[in-house]
């Protein structure tokens, strides 16, 4: 059952990436003057942006975690109490190694109430699922808006490329809810600037419908009838919340989940210009997008106006073909 169906999404992955790449050159045939190696790297790119949703989420990736000591200290506590499996046995190897390197900073020393309490809450209130059915962006403004009249004119004549100030945070957050497809919930994440919730990733909300219609219609109808087994196949179990965790392993990254974030003006500003580019997954920019509309709607009358390419999102661009990464020398 559950390795039949990773080896089912990997099989379609493989055999849909070269379809796309041929639909793709037909909905944008190269232009005149453009180089060749730039567009087909570009064409690459959107096929990857594409196929991706077909990936499920249990597809391995690799690990990597830049901090200092004390900050690795106070994070263990919860990587150890994570509802994943996997998640638990890499912070005890962390935590064993470090104990070996660094045994003044690691001793092994557990304090048994915040353990409990971390395992508590973790396995009871970690993960996210949708707090309404509604499908729309929801917003919560807990920002004081009288207050915010001492920034009006910070906020009005605020350049491009330029952060609104970080003092403007006094004035408190504003949270924004909607769905999105679980691989740009992974770039989103990265977004550190505003506390998010993890979200539990499931079949309830349905699959993102950019990517069904960004394919061929042939490979579409064939993707649809394989999510359509797949749903009967997660649904033909009661799963615990334990299961539901495990279950998401199985889930393509294409289905949407609840994402939820808070930040200060100055942090919701800088994620709606930073992710409505066009270098970003579209469905991101989708997001980031609605969320700008609503912000320079809640905050008009002081003036704030997002520095962004409105005509951008979605479009295809050759010059994502032009972004390599490459060793620093």
Known sequence: GSQSWLDEWRALYLKAL???????????????????????????????????????????????????????????????????????????????????????????????????????????????????????????????????TEYRDVIAKRPERTELPKQIGECGTIRFEAPLDFGSFRDLQRQRAVVQRMPLLTTNIGFEPWYLVSMPYDLADEVQSALFEFQRYIGEYALSPEEQATAQYLTPMGYLVPCSFSGDLSAQVYLVELRSTTSVHPTLQKLAHKIGVSLETIFRSYGLKLHVDWDAIGRFDTNRGKQDIVQKQ
Not at 46 to 59: K, M, N, T
């Open 18 to 148: 070269p379809r796309i790449r041929v639909h793709l050159k037909q909905q944008f045939p190269i232009q005149e003057g453009e180089d060749e190696k730039v567009y087909t790297k570009a064409i690459n790119a959107r096929s990857f942006d594409i196929a991706r949703s077909l990936l499920p989420a249990g597809a391995a990736t690799n690990l990597s975690w830049h901090t200092n000591l004390r900050q690795t200290a106070d994070k263990l506590v919860y990587l150890r109490n994570h509802p994943l499996q996997e998640v638990r046995e890499v912070a005890e190897a962390m935590e064993r190694l470090l104990m070996c390197v660094f045994p003044n900073s690691f001793s092994g020393k557990r304090h048994e109430m915040s353990e409990e309490y971390v395992n508590w809450w973790m396995h009871t209130g970690y993960y996210l699922s949708a707090r309404t059915a509604d499908t729309c962006l929801r917003w919560h403004n807990g920002i004081d808006m009288n207050l915010l």
